[in-house]
């Protein structure tokens, strides 16, 4: 065989790669992509979800003749961010702690590396010749990567993801078109599209421990493996079939019809069912794994080429290449509840949990009774649910997109507090950045000093005794950075005649505060060289509050 690649939905080929392969592929899979090179409009979205649909995430979508990958999020029922990736990018896999999704891009001999906290690519690993599949070792050290090496023959690259190099390739069937691993990491299985057989690699070795086939298996096109690692289904593409293997034996114990070019199959994470995305039927097939039976079948977008079923339960995500939309399926009900558009043919997809995080909150101060709307800014926003303020819940929570919430800022003590955004995913890390701080109850300086408009009579090289009251002891650090300054101003304007400077303290005098009283005094020593002038004295409190005393010198 001659064929360099080929399989349901493939990327056009130039060249002579792209003659052989149109000799060799199958009249139902060259069917399938004749459907996928006439395009149409993206479906009109559905409503958003309810607000108790399954637990937040970001659903990551290769669109493949769109070379991007959509960010979506099942919450909103919206993309969040197209991140521009290599050339007809198909597979995609997110790594276990949800911190990368590694995009394979068959047209760049590439993969992509998305950093999910920012959806950018963060890196660039050149792989093997036209990959396709990509799949990540449990713990997250290995994703392997299946692509061409010559007609006969395909190759998985073994990525190390601390190096982001390729440590070795593992020769498999021809054409690897889907990979899964068994939940302990041992054993990798390989589905071979055009080998008509499924190889299983030993990963502690990199070796080929076993080649699966069986009568009426022909063109194995996606694997998967079951939560508990006893079994593996392979879609068969040309077949119309779903194998079931043994994996303690690796032999096929069945093959369960299906609808026609089964192209993807996911399993449900308690295993008791698996979906099938039957691409030239443009149905789902629901099997259920303890009767080896179609259980039920779902309607969903044009040739659908990629299905998913949420690790978290709940959901099956659909990709459909000519509709070019991502369909979500509940599967209590096995019914499409929604329908968002995604870029140009949207092929393989994985799920990222994404906890939000808080960047900005604006204003970042105000009184203790709250009531103010402060703007928070972040990322993976859009699912939040609950906004605290330290301990207390805000009211008035509006969802803008993504990266803007707004709030009613609740009722308060003096001083700064955590802001923490929960959504289903979980919730924003304390950070500097994502502090709001509560005024505090400043009520004036307290004599002999008045405050404005009152101007304070005084001799020049006098101290003056700075007194007032924060509703209690705030600790010794509530003065803000910079503070207090001294500025020199028009006597009878007000107007400021130069720059402020930082106001001096006689000796080592400087903040206190008197419990008994409940007094902070800073001293203030005045300059002998400032008589005949006016100062304003600039009290910043680390509330974001500034408070200020107006003084003309003799």
């Not at 906290?117 to 449990?138: D, H």
């Not at 995500?317 to 949207?346: E, F, L, M």
């Not at 330290?390 to 507090?417: E, I, K, L, N, S």
Request: net charge neutral; charged share 15%; proline share 9%.
């Amino acid at each position: 065989m001659t064929v360099v690649r080929s399989g349901p939905d493939a990327p056009p080929r130039t060249g002579r790669h792209r003659r052989s392969r149109r000799r060799a592929v199958a009249a139902s899979v060259a069917g399938a992509l004749a459907a996928l090179g006439v395009l149409a409009p993206a479906a009109p979205a559905s409503p958003a979800p309810a607000a108790d649909s399954p637990a937040h995430r970001l659903v990551y979508v290769a669109n493949l003749r769109g070379n991007s990958v959509t960010a979506y999020d099942p919450s909103t029922n919206a993309a969040v961010a197209t991140i521009p990736v290599g050339t007809a990018p198909q597979g995609v896999a997110v790594s276990p702690d949800g911190a990368q999704a590694y995009v394979v891009n068959d047209g760049s001999n590439t993969v992509s590396v998305i950093d999910t906290a920012s959806n950018t690519v963060a890196a660039t690993i050149p792989v093997g010749r036209l990959p396709g599949p990509v799949a990540f070792s449990p713990d997250g050290s290995r994703a392997y990567v299946g692509h061409y090496v010559n007609p006969r023959t395909g190759g998985v690259d073994v990525i190390d993801t601390a190096t982001r190099t390729v440590t070795t390739t593992v020769l498999v069937g021809s054409q690897p078109f889907g990979i899964a691993l068994t939940p302990d990491g041992a054993r990798a299985y390989v589905a071979n599209l055009l080998g008509d057989s499924v190889s299983v690699i030993d990963t502690a070795t990199n070796t080929l421990t076993a080649s699966i086939a069986g009568p009426g298996v022909r063109s194995p096109a996606a694997v998967a493996v079951t939560p508990d690692g006893s079994r593996a289904y392979t879609a068969n593409f040309n077949s119309g079939n779903v194998s079931v293997i043994d994996t303690a034996s690796n032999t096929i114990t069945g093959n369960i019809p299906v609808g026609s070019g089964p192209g993807s199959v996911s399993i449900a994470p308690d295993g008791a069912r698996a979906y099938v995305a039957n691409q030239s039927a443009n149905t789902v097939s629901v099997i259920d794994t303890a009767t080896g039976t179609v259980s039920d079948t779902v309607a969903v977008g044009a040739t659908p080429v990629g299905v998913l079923a949420d690790p978290a339960g709940g959901a099956a995500y659909v990709t459909s290449g000519r509709a070019d939309t991502v369909s979500v399926i509940d599967t209590a009900t096995n019914t499409v509840t929604a329908t968002a558009a995604t870029g140009r043919n949207p092929y393989g997809l994985a799920t990222a949990t994404v906890a939000p995080a808080v960047t900005g909150v604006r204003p970042g101060h105000g009184p203790a009774a709250g009531g103010g709307t402060v703007t928070i800014t972040g990322t993976h926003l859009a699912g939040t649910r609950t906004v605290l303020f330290g301990t207390a819940p805000a009211t008035g929570v509006t969802v803008v997109d993504d990266f803007t919430v707004r709030a009613t800022v609740p009722p308060g003590a003096g001083g700064a507090v955590d802001v923490t955004v929960a959504t289903p995913a979980g919730a924003s890390p304390a950070t500097r950045a994502a502090r709001y701080t509560y005024e505090y109850p400043f009520s004036g300086f307290r004599p002999p000093v008045a405050d404005p408009p009152a101007v304070n009579q005084g001799r020049a090289g006098r101290a003056f005794p700075m007194k007032f009251s924060l509703g209690g002891d705030r600790g010794p650090d509530v003065i803000a950075r910079g503070y207090p300054t001294v500025r020199e101003t028009d006597c009878t304007t007000g107007e400021p005649l130069g720059p402020p400077t930082a106001a001096d303290t006689p000796g080592s005098s400087g903040l206190r505060y008197e419990a008994a009283t409940d007094t902070y005094t800073y001293v203030w020593k005045t300059s002998a060289s400032h008589a005949g002038t006016c100062r304003l004295f600039t009290l910043g409190l680390n509330d974001g509050t500034t408070h200020t005393a107006l003084f003309r010198l003799a």
